[in-house]
């Protein structure tokens, strides 16, 4: 399910802004100018690491893809930069308000009710009239081919249906920043088609940050990678230099599908 979160103030929320003394101007100005910074972030679920130090700046209208293996911290960082999860220790500037920013989970979670009622019920908790929300869930069910559906209880798609669901509920809240955490993992491949197609038409003009294991998908979509391992930031690198340049041994091995 995209994150619903109440209607409230529009301007930017920065949370913590902090430049330390050795900072070089250069980076400190392109934190300044960040949608999200990160610095030293730390997360632990009790005493086992998540993130460990991660470092890094995401600006407007970047695509951001998030890779590695299992466990090694895309979800948690998702989180985190979704204000969905607290970090123990670091710095993090968020200029993004909530309203602004969406959030798809690998399997979205359907309210029993129906389809068009699931979209507009993340309009009207937004601020939209019941009428004009249900109105505007049947558009962004066309655009994701399902206002032939609209009616249908959410809980009877499938699963490519559902997440084409969650997708529209996305974005009929036009958000500036998309994040998706495996939006196409558990489909079937025709399933996966349609999604990633929908995903690139929605990614037109925002910001997106997405996880995937999908290399040929991240070629795609990307126009950046960070590769993740044990929680830490090993390459962050655009699309092409990760794909075609040199990597450290970790990355290359996992690129090579060497890594477990």
């Given at each position: ?43 632990r679920y009790g005493r086992v690491p998540a993130l460990a130090g991660v470092t890094l700046s995401i600006h407007a209208g970047e ?192 690129v090579k599908g060497e890594l477990a």
């Amino acid at each position: 399910m995209s994150n619903i979160r109440p209607h409230g103030d529009a301007r930017p929320r920065l949370r913590v802004v902090a430049a330390r003394s050795g900072d070089a101007p250069e980076a400190v100005a392109t934190a300044a100018s960040a949608l999200f910074a990160l610095r030293d972030i730390d997360v632990r679920y009790g005493r086992v690491p998540a993130l460990a130090g991660v470092t890094l700046s995401i600006h407007a209208g970047e695509r951001v893809a998030l890779i590695g293996a299992n466990g090694s911290g895309k979800s948690t960082l998702l989180r985190v930069l979704h204000g969905l999860l607290p970090h123990a220790g670091g710095t993090l500037v968020n200029a993004v308000p909530p309203q602004a920013q969406a959030m798809l989970f690998q399997r979205p979670h359907m309210l029993r009710m129906s389809v068009r009622n699931n979209v507009a019920l993340a309009l009207w908790l937004h601020g939209a009239r019941w009428r004009d929300a249900q109105r505007e869930a049947v558009v962004a069910l066309g655009r994701v081919g399902l206002d032939s559906v609209a009616g249908r209880n959410a809980r009877t798609l499938s699963g490519g249906q559902q997440q084409r669901m969650a997708l529209a509920r996305a974005w009929a809240l036009k958000p500036a920043v998309l994040l998706l955490d495996e939006p196409t993992a558990s489909l079937d491949p025709t399933a996966k088609r349609e999604v990633e197609a929908l995903i690139a038409d929605a990614a037109h003009g925002r910001t997106l940050v997405f996880a995937s294991h999908n290399l040929g998908q991240v070629k795609r979509l990307a126009s950046r990678v960070v590769y993740l391992e044990h929680g830490r930031v090993l390459a962050d690198l655009p699309v092409h230099d990760f794909f075609n340049g040199p990597l450290p041994e970790e990355a290359r091995q996992f690129v090579k599908g060497e890594l477990a």
